[in-house]
Every structure is written in structure tokens, then in C-alpha cells.
């Protein structure tokens, strides 16, 4: 779920007199990016330097596409990004948009070329560039006017993966009722369109196809298909409760889509400011330094989930030679939505007694009285904090038993503190526990969330520079 990275009024402040330098691995899409730069203070005149790098071809070349329009396009260009976004059906209005803006990105000559005629705001390696090109030309040149077949393919995935689309019929049941008629029709049709809703729709969206879900670069040449993975859809990128606080509908589309229109067209205020700078990376995360100029020190470093897939101290590792660690609010910001099912399912003794707690907060909250009174899950209720913890020390202790066997050194390890984790990168981990996390949320209340699909399992760590706070 999208938040600011950079939340400078608890961190450096909101006049902070230097510019920022930000690092997303795994960037997945641009609401973070989008978010953060819609939360920045006007007291804030200093220049943002973003690194947004992912190892999926497909992904950046949305992200960069998107970019491209949002830096070259009128005020109404925003309508059509949200669309191209999220939405299956296009209008004519944005189909077209999105093939002359094709044809023009295919056109550039040079990654010199991209810089200049967007103001020097989009930076890429030449190789990295001619890969999305090769993206750009497939999504031009694919059969989808007046066709249905990536709507099909949607369908076919949300079946087959349903857990994990969350859209199960226990979605509907869970979100308050009247937002049951706009979630089930858009789980249906997939219609986010945000242009000419009062005639057909022209096309399917190109941009929301990759060849197999983005992870297997050598397939680029093969089947384009449907690859939207879960989080990118719209009401589980964005948080409910911040949506519902800008625009309240019973319509999900009007509601999501309202906020996510002012969101971008806030980000494209500080586009046409020239104060933000975009350098794209189109690699593996662990070979990021090869693409990144020596000394670049970042002061916030977003890593998605990839602790997930990358044991902790290994990503830390990375990431701390990257942190500017003379600010002392630089932050290191990672993932897991794992850890519960890794760890082995963590005790959660009284359960029924959870539910019960739960059924009865849920039917206090605003919105859910007139039906629907289902929580999603127990999660938020228990205290896990020792479990959480002790997987946490496991991952550091795997990781220094590992390094150990390698140097076949057979002195006895003690599992680290809680309190040490991370002081070997010279990092402190802020103590999530008491709540002093400054940037994201620790552990969601995911109840309250239950339209973005929030499970409770999510935490999310902040790590800085050690000695500095
Ligand atoms: C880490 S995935 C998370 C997706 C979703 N939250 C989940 O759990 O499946 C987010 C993004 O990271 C990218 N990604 C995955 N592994 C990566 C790696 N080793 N280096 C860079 N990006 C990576 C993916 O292409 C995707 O766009």
C-alpha cells in the first residue's frame, strides 16, 4: 500500500535544506513514488533524485511510459495515466494517447535523446533503454480493439490464484456494503476507465500484458499475457482510509479514482518544476552498485518485500553501504509479508476469542452498520511481537552461522539481541514495538482496510544509521 518515503515533517523537517537522494528496489509501480512527492511540503524547494530500479523489463517500461506522459502531457493527461494504470477497457481518447505516445518512445534515437526532450528529468543506460523500447514496440503492435481476451485472461487469473488476488467471494463480504455493487462490477468488467464512460470502450489495455508475470527476462520475445500481480491493483495499491479522507464514495472506481487523479497531478506540479530527477535501473537489486555512480549515498532506501527473498542481513548489507549515513533520519525501509508463514504458524492460542474481539470492533466501525460486519482477519488483534522478533534473530543468526561454516570457525554463536540487529552494517533498527516507526506503519489495523485487502501479517522495519538518533 502506497505511503511517503520521505515524511519530512517527522524526519529532516519540512524546510530541510538539502536535496534528497532516493533509492526504490523492486520498485514495482509509481505510487510511492507518486505519493511522496504529492506529500511534499511547498516549504520543501530542494531537488528529489529518485533511483527506481526492478528487474522486470515490462515494469519500467510502464513506469517510464507513464512518466514520459505525466512530464509531456496537458492537465488531462492524468485521467488517462490513472486509466492506462488500472483500467482493462480504454476509451478511444486513451487508446490514442497511448499509441502516439508509443510511437514517440520507440522513436527516441538515444538514452541522450530521452533526457532532452524530457528536460533532463528521465536518465537510463543506453542497453536498459533499448529494452524498453522492445517492451514499447510489443504493447504498440498487440490485437486488443474491440477485443476481450485479456479480460478473459484476468478472469482465468483471478481463479486460478484467487488467495492471492484476494477476490475470492469473501472480498465482497468483507468490505462495507455499500462499496458491494462497484467491487463486484470491477471484478467483473475490470472497468477503471476514468474518459468518455458514456460511450463503449475502444480497446484493452496493452500496458497491463508482459510476458510471464515479468520475471523471466528471457522470454521477452514470447506470449504477452495479463501480469498484474495482486498489489498493483487499484484498491489494494492505495490506502482506504487515506482515499476515503480525500473522496467518499459507495462507488470504489469514483473513490480511488478521484484521489489517484490528485495524487498524479500533484506529481506532476513538482514534474514541471524540474525538482524532480529520475534515474531508471533496469537489473537485479544485488547488482545495483555496477549501475550506480561511485558515492551515491541515498537517504531513504525502499526494498519492497524483498527481505522476503533475500535474507535480511544480506539486503542490509547492500543497502547500508548505499545509506548516507550522515543524516540521521536516512532510513532503510523493508518488508515482510512472509515471516508469518516462514516462521511457522506463530501461536495464536486464544483464536475465537480474537474473532469475537474483532466481529465487535468491525461492527463499530463507520460505514459497516448497515451490513457486512466481517473482519477480514484476527491478525491485528494478537500480540506477536516475540514471535515477530525471534524470526527476526533467526534470520541474523542463519546468516552469521553461514559466513561462519564458509570460514569453518567452529566457536559457539550466541543468537543477537534484538537491540543489535543490524549494528554490524552500522545500523539500529527504530524499535518497531513501541511504535517509533516514523515513516510507515509497523503493523496495519487491517480491518479498518479491508477494501485494500490489508491481511495484518504485513510489517514493515525502518533501519538507520546507528549512533545518529
Ligand atoms: C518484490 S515484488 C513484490 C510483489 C508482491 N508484493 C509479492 O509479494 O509478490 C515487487 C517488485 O520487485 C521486482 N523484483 C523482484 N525481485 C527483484 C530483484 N531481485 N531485483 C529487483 N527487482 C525485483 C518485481 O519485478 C516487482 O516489480
Not at 54 to 62: K, S
Not at 377 to 392: A, K, T
Request: net charge neutral; with cysteine.
Amino acid at each position: 500500500m502506497a505511503f511517503d518515503c520521505l515524511n519530512l515533517v517527522e524526519n529532516e523537517g519540512e524546510d530541510y535544506g538539502s536535496a534528497l537522494n532516493l533509492l526504490f528496489l523492486g520498485v514495482g509501480d509509481l505510487r510511492n513514488v507518486a505519493l511522496t512527492c504529492a506529500s511534499l511540503p511547498d516549504s520543501y524547494t530542494n531537488k528529489l533524485l529518485f533511483t527506481l530500479n526492478d528487474t522486470a523489463v515490462c515494469v519500467l517500461a510502464r513506469l517510464v511510459l507513464f512518466l514520459y506522459m505525466l512530464i509531456k502531457g496537458n492537465s488531462e493527461v492524468v485521467k488517462m495515466v490513472t486509466e492506462l494504470w488500472y483500467s482493462i477497457p480504454l476509451s478511444e481518447q486513451t487508446y490514442k494517447y497511448l499509441a502516439k505516445t508509443l510511437e514517440e518512445l520507440i522513436d527516441i534515437r538515444s538514452a541522450e535523446d530521452l533526457k532532452s526532450r524530457t528536460s533532463e528529468l528521465i536518465n537510463i543506460a543506453e542497453d536498459h533503454l533499448k529494452k524498453l523500447k522492445g517492451v514499447w514496440k510489443r504493447w504498440l503492435h498487440l490485437r486488443v480493439k474491440g477485443t476481450d481476451w485479456i479480460l478473459r485472461q484476468r478472469i482465468e487469473n483471478m481463479r486460478k490464484y484467487e488467495s492471492k488476488y484476494k477476490f475470492d467471494p469473501e472480498y465482497i463480504q468483507t468490505i462495507p456494503k455499500r462499496h458491494a455493487i462497484s467491487a463486484r462490477k470491477w471484478i467483473e468488467d475490470g472497468d477503471f476507465r476514468r474518459t468518455d464512460l458514456e460511450v463503449p470502450a475502444f480497446a484493452e489495455n496493452p500496458t497491463l500484458t508482459g510476458y510471464d508475470h515479468g520475471y523471466h527476462p528471457s522470454s521477452v520475445d514470447g506470449l504477452y499475457s495479463y501480469a498484474v500481480q495482486w498489489d498493483g491493483l487499484p484498491f489494494c495499491g492505495w490506502d482506504y482510509l487515506q482515499t476515503k479522507r480525500f473522496k467518499d464514495s459507495s462507488c470504489l472506481v469514483t473513490m480511488f479514482g478521484e484521489y489517484i487523479e490528485h495524487i498524479l497531478q500533484r506529481l506532476k506540479n513538482t514534474l514541471s518544476k524540474n525538482q524532480v530527477k529520475f534515474q531508471v535501473v533496469l537489473c537485479d537489486c544485488v547488482h545495483i552498485k555496477n549501475h550506480l555512480e561511485t558515492n551515491t549515498h541515498y537517504d531513504r532506501i525502499l526494498t519492497s518485500n524483498m527481505m522476503d527473498y533475500i535474507i535480511l542481513p544480506v539486503l542490509l548489507e547492500l543497502c547500508s553501504h548505499l545509506l548516507n549515513h550522515s543524516n540521521s533520519c536516512a532510513t532503510i525501509i523493508t518488508e515482510t509479508l512472509t515471516w508469518a508463514g516462514d516462521f511457522g504458524q506463530p501461536i495464536r492460542s486464544s483464536k475465537s476469542k480474537m474473532i469475537r474481539i474483532a466481529e465487535a470492533d468491525v461492527r463499530r466501525y463507520p460505514g459497516f452498520e448497515n451490513g457486512h460486519p466481517k473482519p477480514a482477519g484476527f491478525q491485528e488483534y494478537v500480540d506477536d511481537s516475540w514471535d515477530f522478533c525471534n524470526y527476526l534473530r533467526a534470520l541474523f543468526n542463519a546468516y552469521q552461522l553461514k559466513k561462519r561454516m564458509a570460514t569453518q570457525d567452529s566457536t559457539r554463536l550466541k543468537v543477537p539481541i534484538t537491540k543489535e540487529l543490524g549494528k554490524e552494517f552500522k545500523l539500529r533498527l527504530r524499535d518497531c514495538f513501541r511504535n517509533e516507526n516514523k515513516i510507515v506503519f509497523f503493523k496495519m489495523s487491517a480491518n479498518r482496510r479491508t477494501v485494500s485487502s490489508v491481511e495484518g501479517d504485513e510489517r514493515f522495519l525502518e533501519w538507520i544509521p546507528l549512533d545518529k538518533e
